[in-house]
């Protein structure tokens, strides 16, 4: 292994990694010559509007992901699925039959609207 390189390793590390450390020793004077206290900042409000920006930002992201879903599943995909099966339709001969059974007709009547009907 070349010494050029067992030497560009650490050098490199040193002139990435120092700009970090200085910046690190700074002392931690905020923009208005506050602390890093969240509660000097703007009288206090800083913890209280970073709770509900936290919230916001939630509230978005899941509003987001529940749309994406709903596009996603198209609109072939009900979001319920119905258990009830519809009605069958009532043909002319079982309103006949009914008629029938009630005792609204008679069964000359009954056999001949059946035979007019094609049963």
């Known amino acids: 292994m070349k010494i050029s390189n067992l030497i560009f390793a650490p050098v ?17 004077v905020g923009r208005y010559g506050c602390g890093a206290n969240m509660m000097e900042w703007s009288g206090g409000y800083g913890m209280m509007f970073g709770s509900l920006m936290m919230f916001l930002v939630l509230a978005l992201v899941i ?4 749309l994406l879903v709903r596009w996603l599943r198209g609109p072939w995909h009900p979001m319920q ?16 039959k009914e ?5 609204e007709i008679d069964k000359s009547e009954f056999d001949e609207r ?3 009907l094609g049963d």
Do not use: C, F, K, M
Request: proline share 11%; glycine share 4%.
């Open 12 to 28: 490199s590390a040193v002139v990435v990694l120092a700009p970090g450390y200085a910046w690190a020793q700074q002392p931690e």
């Open 114 to 116: 059946r035979r007019t």
């Open 63 to 66: 509003a987001v992901a529940i």
């Open 81 to 96: 699925s119905s258990t009830h099966a519809p009605p069958p339709a009532r043909t002319a001969l079982d309103i006949l």
């Open 99 to 103: 008629r029938y059974a009630q005792g």
